[in-house]
Structures are given as C-alpha cells and as structure tokens.
Nanobody
Framework: HVQLVESGGGSVQSGGSLRLTCAAS????????MAWFRQAPGKEREGVAR????????MYADSVKGRFNISADGDKSTVYLQLSDLRPEDTAMYYC????????????????????WGQGTQVTVS
C-alpha cells in the first residue's frame, strides 16, 4: 500500500524560496513516476513537475520553468521540489502524486495517471 507524506510548505514573500518534500512508502525498490500538482482557490488542479523516483524524465509546467527544480532520492523514495523566485500566483495547495510502480511517466500532467495522492501542503506567497 503506497502512502505519500508531504512537508515543507509555508508562507514567504515574493522572491522567496521553499523546499517541499514528498516521502513515499510502499514502493520498495520499484521505480515510480512522481509528480507535484497544485490547486489555487477557485482554480483547477494543475501539474507542476514530475520525475522518476530513480531520477530522470523530468518535466515542468511552463509557468515554473527556470524557477522550480524537482529532484529525487531513489534510496528513500523521496521527491523534492525546490521553489525559488516565488510569486503571489504560486500560492496554492501543493499535492504530491505517484503512479503505479514501473509505469512510464505520462507525457502530460494528467491527474488520472496518478493513483496515489498526498494530503497537500500549503504554499502562500505575499
């Protein structure tokens, strides 16, 4: 049974930085595609970045390219999202998502491709 636990959200001023962490359990040594999505009040959930737990196949949404960096620690089945140069429009609940083990990362951010979700961590930029 896969579980995802996020941490690292908070409140920062414009231009600030945060690092989000998503620890997955239940994958063992399997490779999995993991992603970060976010949802702002009144808006649809959107994909931000994704990566394999073993690294590689990194993809970003256009809105965060050059400002966010996703990385993974395969030994720990943990994915990190470094948020830099934050803007008020980055304010949202950020969710970690993971796919079934050994499934290829999808070419687009499609929520239906990710069967496991964390509880979310709030990022507020003022």
């Amino acid at each position: 049974h896969v579980q995802l636990v996020e941490s690292g959200g908070g409140s920062v001023q414009s231009g600030g930085s945060l690092r989000l962490t998503c620890a997955a359990s239940g994958y063992g040594r399997s490779r999995a595609c993991m992603a970060w999505f976010r949802q702002a009040p009144g808006k649809e959930r959107e994909g931000v970045a994704r990566i394999y737990t073993t690294g590689g196949s990194v993809m970003y949404a256009d809105s965060v390219k050059g400002r966010f960096n996703i990385s993974a620690d395969g030994d720990k089945s943990t994915v990190y999202l470094q948020l830099s140069d934050l803007r008020p429009e980055d304010t949202a609940m950020y969710y970690c998502a993971a796919a079934q083990p050994w499934i290829m990362c999808p070419s687009k951010f499609n929520m239906r491709d990710f069967g496991y979700w964390g509880q979310g961590t709030q990022v507020t930029v003022s």
